[in-house]
């Protein structure tokens, strides 16, 4: 059973920095790809970034490249989220992601999620 668990939210000042990892266990995971994902209050979950465990290759929203980096660790079967230069509009709660994948890392149809960590940036 494959399951995901994040770590690292908190509260950070706007202009500030956190790491999110996310854990992941159950199965292999080369010909997976990771998403992170985020949901603000009152609004839909969208997609953040994403990443191959495979070769590595990513995919970014528009709103978060530049600031926002996503990495994997294949020996400790971890994704990281570095969140750099932090906006208010950064403030939700974000969720770790997997899904079976033959081509680059999706920005939905994820089917393994985690169960979130708060990430509240302040002005």
């Known amino acids: 059973q494959v399951q995901l668990v994040e770590s690292g939210g908190g509260l950070v000042q706007a202009g500030g920095s956190l790491r999110l990892s996310c854990a992941a266990s159950?199965?292999?995971?080369?010909?997976?790809?990771m998403g992170w994902f985020r949901q603000a209050p009152g609004k839909n979950r969208e997609f953040v970034a994403a990443?191959?465990?495979?070769?590595?290759?990513?995919r970014y929203a528009e709103s978060v490249k530049g600031r926002f980096t996503i990495s994997r660790d294949n020996a400790k079967n971890t994704v990281y989220l570095q969140m750099n230069s932090l906006k208010p509009e950064d403030t939700a709660v974000y969720y770790c992601?997997?899904?079976?994948?033959?081509?680059?890392?999706?920005?939905?149809?994820?089917?393994?999620w985690g169960q979130g960590t708060q990430v509240t940036v302040s002005s």
């Open positions: 992601a997997a899904v079976w994948t033959t081509g680059g890392p999706p920005t939905g149809g994820y089917d393994y």
């Open positions: 990443i191959r465990w495979s070769g590595g290759s990513t």
């Open positions: 159950g199965r292999t995971f080369s010909s997976y790809a």
